[in-house]
């Protein structure tokens, strides 16, 4: 059983779009995951353009790869790696904590991610 950031069972992230190393909508991995795809957030406008300057367009459709491309507010699995840069540029996206990857802790604290913590009352 995969555990999530709090330490409980890893919650879905998304599924429309499906997302995740597997596109199964969970932010699993395993040795094979260069990316790390581990931390489920909320992508930005500012994320999107931040990760597009970095060499991964994530927003332009790929349809060989069956990807329509992301819009802000889509749940989205992301590189831990891309987050930590992201965060350090200040454009970081909000996160699920129920549904980021605990592997997430090897890259970020829990307290970086729970400053980002999406809220669906927010």
Not at 28 to 36: C, E, I, L, P, V
Not at 66 to 91: M, P
Not at 105 to 110: D, I, Q, T
Request: net charge negative; glycine share 6%.
């Amino acid at each position: 059983m995969t555990k999530n950031v709090l330490g409980g069972t890893l919650e879905v992230c998304c599924t429309a779009p499906m997302t995740g190393y597997y596109r199964d909508g969970s932010c699993r991995t395993d040795a094979s995951d260069a990316g790390t795809h581990v931390i489920c957030a909320i992508v930005t406008q500012a994320f999107l353009e931040f990760s597009r300057s970095r060499g991964n367009d994530l927003i332009t459709p790929r349809p060989e790869y069956n990807f329509a491309g992301l819009q802000a507010g889509n749940c989205w699995c992301l590189c831990a790696t891309r987050w930590r840069e992201a965060l350090q540029a200040n454009v970081a996206p909000p996160v699920r904590l129920e549904a980021t990857n605990m592997k997430a802790l090897e890259f970020v604290s829990l307290e970086q991610l729970q400053a980002h913590e999406w809220r669906s009352d927010a």
